[in-house]
């Protein structure tokens, strides 16, 4: 049977052919797209995951620009990894634990995320001993090997005393239950781990930097073209065209992506089925350094 669509892919295929209502919600679900400098670092999380438990265990601290990849990976790691029902044993195994670190570094509020996450219940006005005591107890009776902390650089927020209260906490779970330890956040919390000498020797960073035009970046677009269902070829890796996402998106992939989602429903809106450098200047968009803005006078 001939193919009417050899620039989309096995998934895309599926879905360009269903109604324009559909194939928008399927564009603006999205999708997990294994771009390099990510299987890289997935490669470093699955051998902490393998790792035997000693007494210092390596950890990982993911670092990049807001909105870059670092919680689809995190996240895509958890869905790689899910709980084990253990219908013969008196606990769920669960490897593998993904929270937000707290808004500011509160130990107490740090602890009842852990818990959430496992859908334990816990008493409010248990004092930070008791909870870290409990929240051992259950770690270890899941059999927790990694816990996941994203938007880590919340632990600057607050004053010394309790910054270094929820650093002690960090260090306390790793080396009290020898798991890994994979945080992510954005640079401040690369400098914030580099003024502790133990939170720096024990964590080993790795970067996303933003993208640029290069042929990783040409891969990416074109990934991005084999997922997205329009029924004719938009060529993204053209020059003209990447180049105008690139600086739309301002080279952080979480905006390159929805700039293309919201191109994409544009095309299928308007009947022209592909994305264009017109369709480009059509949608509604603002870059990212300029969302911060005083608001208008009234």
């Known amino acids: 049977m001939e193919n009417l669509y050899p620039h989309l892919g096995k998934d895309a295929t ?5 109604s324009d209502r559909e194939r928008i919600f399927a564009i603006q679900q999205g999708s997990w797209i294994p771009y390099p400098r990510a299987k890289k670092i997935l490669e470093r999380m699955e051998e902490l995951f393998e790792y035997p438990r000693i007494d210092r265990m390596p950890n990982l601290l993911i670092v990049g620009a807001s909105n870059n990849g670092k919680s689809k990976i995190l996240r895509h790691f958890d869905e790689m990894h ?4 253990n219908p013969e044993g008196e606990y769920s195994i669960i490897p593998v634990i993904y929270i937000e670190a707290p808004k500011k570094p509160d130990i107490n509020d740090f602890y009842n995320r852990i818990l959430e996450a496992i859908w334990q219940p816990y008493s409010i006005r248990a004092i930070n001993s008791e909870k870290e005591r409990g929240v051992m107890n259950i770690l270890r009776n899941i059999q927790l090997k990694i816990l996941m902390v994203d938007e880590i650089q919340h632990i600057i927020a607050g004053g010394p005393v309790k ?4 650093r002690n906490g960090l260090k306390s779970l790793g080396n ?6 994979i945080c992510a956040g954005v640079e401040e919390a690369f400098n914030a781990f580099n003024t502790d000498p133990q939170l720096s020797n024990r964590f080993e960073p790795d970067f996303l930097p933003k993208w640029k035009m290069d042929n990783e970046y040409g891969d990416l677009l074109a990934s991005f073209e084999r997922r997205i269902p329009l029924k004719k070829p938009s060529n993204l890796r053209g020059p003209a065209i990447a180049q105008k996402v690139l600086w739309m998106g301002e080279g952080i992939l979480g905006e390159i992506h929805e700039v293309l989602k919201r191109a994409a429903v544009l095309a299928i809106k ?3 089925e592909q994305i264009t450098l017109e369709i480009l200047e059509k949608i509604r968009w603002t870059m990212p350094s300029k969302r911060k803005v005083a608001p208008p006078p009234t």
């Open 14 to 18: 599926k879905l360009v052919d269903l």
């Open 82 to 85: 899910k709980p084990d029902p």
């Open 163 to 166: 910054r270094q209260e929820f």
């Open 176 to 181: 009290e239950l020898r798991i890994s330890i």
């Open 270 to 272: 308007d009947k022209s």
